[in-house]
């Protein structure tokens, strides 16, 4: 084989010397992170050759199989396609106290697009940023990010293409692309070292390991791999768990001014709902077909008061549509599948393939309401969740799904006189529970935060609408109308 | 719109006041499933043109949509044709305490094979059997299954033909494939005739519904949902708790002398066990490649006493492996997403893509194993569990899956051993607890448990292996060399 040129090649024996310790350790990291409360993404990437595959089954090797999962993304199946890009990371993320390898990671994907002129180049630009808002997300939420990037120099490459061709028994992993590759090194390691710079955070840096001695490369990885790890469980141990809040303040009262400005004393008689509320349905049936023919989702999110009639107006809606397009997915308290994972991974999971309907019962502005009140999240959770929900719908809107948001608003007598007809209407009893009440007396706090939402994630492509629903036929029908209104919009553009 | 001939019509006004009560009792009903301890699964079918769209977003309309899903069964995508026919199916069960609707049902999947020939009739009659397994299966787990067929005759087919024709706003509907349909009504339903007939079962009836009046349809549909409902839950009630069994008997005393005459005393050298271990490797690597090849997966499950070696063995068998290429599912308590569902579902979810490895760290033998010592299930559960994981393994075998069991068999002073070695050792003393020396103090009953698992499950496409484990290497060289040899011999076929 031939020699690297300049490189230090570590011993057999000394690196036999040195892995058994290694395993043991990495072994003894592995039972720690089954009672860590985070995952642990390792992303194994680099040059051709570089020995990313001999590197991913070495860990593999090393660790108990048992406890972790490795993944490389090929070509997307249709499942996949049918959804915004990253959904096939999501749905490949390890839960807490588990470690997924990603051989070449999403990062190897990216730069397969191999671009070449300036709208690829901004192609490839903005996806190095979605790529790194994806680390960004999961860093934030506590998981242990670690990159390694197997460099080789051009003349190492083309020794090792060299080798392995002359081996009978490697020769097939040789493929004219590789070649190349190697011909094209100079603008290759460009776009990489580009890639690398732009997806470069302090939660997920990469570390960029010389593969010129398979041996040295090898120590190297797994050392870091456990370095990463040590100051990763040290850390997380110091931090304190969340906290109910002392006091509500809001972050833009702007959003708060526009909620209270709401006129609810809309009315809206019986004969003048049913009428209009056919044409209104009809309507709504064509516009989602419509949709539907041009391969566009739909996604609707309903946020509302408790008793605001989020179900009801749920209903109306689906006797529009066709039973086998749509699901509603009622948002309540997480599976303990959920429990483990990111808190947007439960909606991810959701998302409808093309041409399909997904209606969420309460959504991810749980993040920013329930849990910023009852303090489930510390503060800066819920403060950078507004950045990230936006960013989930905008990857949503991106993709060419419609994106639905409606707010339904209630006066606080309104809410007590239907929590109290709840009560006394014994079909009704199952609605209404301590909960209910308990979050009533939080009136003010829970419409500041919902007043932070509305100003914070209202976008063009996503807006908000507010919906006055103490008439809850005027409600209804507003709901309708709105939402065939945005449709045609968005099939417009 | 045409009159159906011979058919009383149902006055609007007499169904308009039957509605309100039968859509009350609906939603009670989801009220009381939600605590219920099974799923209901709905299937509407029936001739073309019956209105089972119609009854199918009729019912979405008087439910509750947020307890309730609606599935149809179009081309399966790539994801679902890379495995076994009856997956998209499992992917798709309500878990308990929910509902799914399901328009056409698999029965309708099964019909659209409109089989001619004799061997194409050999097929037909081979997947409904399949179907009717399945359905026995669900049923006797305790889900509710109601299946409505909804029949039109010929006269009234056509008539309603004409009638959806002569509305514009009906006419697309109408495709030159319903004009078809009509033409061979007599072939056609004698064909679903009979896949009536091969899948109506004690726990899954068909209920024929005259669909010549749609309210008198509609009606009929609702209210054999709620009497089945109301049947299904009264009787779940008088169900008795699983408990503890009081002894263990053997069903199949053949099994437990198999198991007893395994000899124990293999040894195998170091230096031996090295040279063999390479080349067998070697040979592992080469035949799971070839069967890549062929888009043939692999399914290993691992069975055996505690402390028997099993996680080892998992690591020097990947160690063949390409780690993108397989996923280790250790099989421990479920978690709260598979409890709700099928036994066997939290199984399928991990059934592999085509061409790829799923080995199982102890497996869906739990059920004979664990379970039926311990009275996780009754003994009607565990008993007819035998025939359920045979046909499991034949639906995977039947794909092309190659299925390798291994029961890893240990002496009772050996597993003593391992047991105060890892007790004293440092770091192995994660991997012993209580519930270990417990499961040791059953060994006897242990024994017989698994000689009725070889016993009845042991078939050719999906044989038990035996592996002597006293000795380790050698019992880690005789997974390899086995697994090579029904690799091997499976690709021949």
């Not at 070649?179 to 470069?200: G, I, K, P, V």
């Not at 209270?260 to 209104?280: G, H, T, V």
Request: proline share 6%; charged share 30%.
């Amino acid at each position: 084989m031939a020699k690297a040129t300049g490189v230090q090649r570590l011993p057999k024996k000394e690196y036999e010397a040195r892995v058994p310790a290694l395993r043991g350790a990495l072994v003894q990291m592995q039972v720690a992170l089954q009672h860590a409360p985070f995952p642990v993404i390792l992303v194994v990437a680099g040059d051709e050759a570089s020995g990313k595959g001999d590197v991913v089954n070495l860990l593999n090797a090393w660790l108990d199989p048992r406890g972790v999962e490795t993944f490389a993304f090929h070509e997307p199946t249709d499942e996949e396609r049918e959804r915004p890009p990253m959904w096939r990371y999501w749905r490949c993320l390890p839960p807490r106290g588990r470690m997924a390898i990603y051989a070449g990671g999403w990062h190897a994907e990216a730069l397969r697009a191999d671009p070449h002129s300036p709208p690829e180049l901004a192609d490839f630009a903005e996806n190095l940023r979605r790529l790194a808002h994806f680390e960004g997300l999961l860093s934030a939420d506590g998981a242990l990010i670690v990159k390694v990037w197997l460099q080789l120099s051009k003349t190492a490459q083309r020794d090792r293409l060299l080798a392995l061709e002359s081996d009978p028994d490697t020769a097939w992993r040789v493929t004219p692309a590789d070649w190349q590759h190697n011909r094209d090194y100079e603008r290759r390691a460009r776009l990489s070292e580009q890639m690398r710079r732009a997806t470069h955070k302090p939660g997920a840096p990469w570390h960029v390991i010389d593969a010129t001695d398979p041996r040295t490369r090898n120590l190297a990885v797994a050392g870091y791999v456990l370095t990463r790890f040590r100051a990763h469980l040290a850390a997380r141990k110091k931090l304190a768990p969340p906290a109910p809040p002392r006091r509500i303040v809001p972050l833009r009262p702007a959003g708060l001014r526009r909620l209270l400005a709401l006129p609810l004393d809309q009315s809206l008689s019986e004969i003048d709902y049913e009428a209009k509320r056919d044409k209104w349905l009809g309507r709504l049936n064509q516009a989602v077909r419509a949709a539907a023919d041009r391969g566009r989702s739909i996604v609707w999110v309903f946020e509302g008061w408790d008793a605001a009639g989020k179900g009801g107006a749920i209903r109306r809606l689906t006797s529009a549509l066709d039973a086998r397009d749509f699901r509603v997915i009622p948002i309540a308290k997480p599976t303990d599948e959920e429990k483990v994972h990111h808190y947007l991974w439960r909606f991810w999971r959701h998302i409808p393939r093309a041409g399909r309907v997904t209606i969420y019962d309460r959504s991810w502005y749980g993040r920013v309401l329930v849990e910023r009140l009852e303090g489930f999240c510390r503060e800066a959770d819920w403060k950078r969740a507004y950045a990230e929900l936006t960013d989930f719908e905008a990857q949503l809107t991106g993709h060419g799904i419609i994106v639905l948001k409606f707010w339904l608003h209630l006066s606080k007598e309104e809410q007590l006189r239907r929590f109290r007809h709840r009560e006394e209407t014994d079909y009704k009893q199952h609605k209404i529970n301590a909960e209910d009440w308990r979050n009533r007396r939080k009136w003010a706090a829970y419409e500041t935060a919902v007043g932070d939402m509305l100003a914070l994630t209202d976008r063009p492509a996503a807006p908000w609408h507010l919906v006055p629903a103490d008439n809850k036929r005027f409600a209804r029908l507003e709901i309708l109308k709105t939402s065939c209104k945005q449709i045609a919009a968005a099939l417009e553009e």
